[in-house]
């Protein structure tokens, strides 16, 4: 059971807006920043939010990050069928010493 | 092109001992806090270990402390992680990976390397 705690499974239809919640506590998200990864089958994750919003290079604007209090969230816009994928939360926890990632999402594109 | 490269998994018995190794090349390694990061088969991604830029800073998961250590070499341009006493529970795909600007941004990641602990 990760002290971050995100759904473990999110739908949507192409073109649809979708979000992911991530939900943490004051010692982890409510006193750091969030990032978020996309894992695509059988490859190695891909940073695709720090700092709560910001984007790397060549992630694609239809993707967006957000924190209120102890609470983040990703959405994706212009849902497509690429975006099939695990999603993950990850942020440090000042009383675990260390980095906490959420269970991950899996999102489906119907 | 910027690539991290792991090396050294495979199948050992509950009790070994497993070194994993992580060739950087692409990027200025020195400049970087370095990341073990793994995954239990079917399972979500789990941070191991953390190591600041000179090695003098290391952050380790608590399951794991006392039990594994990371390091590296910076004229190698590489990051380790030695792996004692393993368990069962220690199973999965371990991966190198790159801090960013951000402390849990991991920016590049390897490819990946498996660990399996079974008798």
């Known amino acids: 059971q990760s002290v971050v705690t995100q759904p473990p499974s999110e739908s949507g239809t192409p073109g649809q807006r979708v979000t992911i919640s991530c939900s943490g506590s004051?010692?982890?998200?409510?006193?750091?920043?969030v990032n978020w990864y996309q894992q695509l089958p059988g490859t190695a994750p891909k940073l695709l939010i720090y700092?709560?919003?910001q984007r790397p290079s060549g992630v694609p604007d239809r993707f967006s990050g957000s924190k209120s209090g102890t609470s983040a969230s990703l959405a994706i816009s212009g849902l497509q069928s690429e975006d099939e994928a695990d999603y993950f939360c990850?942020?440090?926890?000042?009383?675990?010493?260390?980095?906490?990632f959420g269970g991950g999402t899996k999102l489906t594109v119907l | 092109e910027v690539q991290l490269v792991e090396s050294g998994g495979g199948l050992v018995q509950p009790g070994g001992s497993l070194r994993l190794s992580c060739a950087a090349s692409?990027?200025?390694?020195?400049?970087?806090?370095m990341s073990w990061v793994r995954q239990a088969p079917g399972k979500g991604l789990e941070w191991v270990a953390s190591?600041?830029?000179?090695?003098?800073?290391?952050y380790y998961l608590d399951s794991v402390r006392g039990r594994f250590t990371i390091s590296r070499d910076n004229a190698k341009n590489s990051l380790y992680l030695q792996m004692n006493s393993l368990r069962v529970e220690d199973t999965a795909v371990y991966y190198c990976?790159?801090?960013?600007?951000?402390?849990?941004?991991?920016?590049?990641w390897g490819q990946g390397t498996m660990v399996t602990v079974s008798s």
């Open positions: 190591i600041k830029q000179d090695g003098s800073e290391k």
């Open positions: 004051s010692s982890n998200i409510g006193s750091n920043t």
């Open positions: 990976a790159t801090v960013g600007t951000v402390v849990a941004a991991f920016d590049i």
């Open positions: 692409g990027f200025t390694f020195s400049r970087y806090w």
């Open positions: 990850a942020v440090w926890d000042d009383s675990l010493n260390g980095v906490v």
């Open positions: 700092s709560n919003n």
